[in-house]
């Protein structure tokens, strides 16, 4: 299920990104321009050219059930409002999360959602002390002594 730790500022997000809000994990993918050929010719089906993104919700094992298509500069994700909702998970705040466009480059923003937003780690990463850290449905938060 892997390793994630709640998101106290803004967070870059690389293509497979994995966060958590509430129940919901979802995968972040980046879609690449589409490039007409030399004639203008776009191979691609029904491609939206102002896509930048794909958010995927995982539902198993390296299985994807629904997806969303990202356009435009801001993407709100909530329970109740926004772009993406949630609304039969109750650990999803009306308004959890944004995700942000900015020069080429996607962030991840809580909107101090109550439960927090949990970004899954991939390689090494320095955590402040005290970092809540959610492995599974465990929520542990490592202090310095």
Partial sequence: NG?????????QLQDGAVFRIGTEVL??????????????????????????GRLDLI???????????LTGER??????????????DGYVSGEHLELNRLDGATYLIDLNS???????IRGVRELEPGTPILMGYQLYRVELL
């Fill in 114 to 120: 109550s439960n927090g937003t949990y970004l899954n």
């Fill in 27 to 52: 995968r972040y993918r980046e879609l690449p321009p589409v490039e007409p050929l030399e004639d203008g010719t776009i191979i691609a089906g029904s491609p939206n050219l102002e896509a930048w």
């Fill in 75 to 88: 993407i709100r994700i909530g329970r109740e409002e926004g772009d993406i909702t949630f609304p039969d």
């Fill in 59 to 69: 539902t198993g094992r390296d299985f994807a059930g629904q997806a969303w298509v």
């Fill in 3 to 11: 390793t994630y730790f709640k998101i106290s500022h803004e967070e």
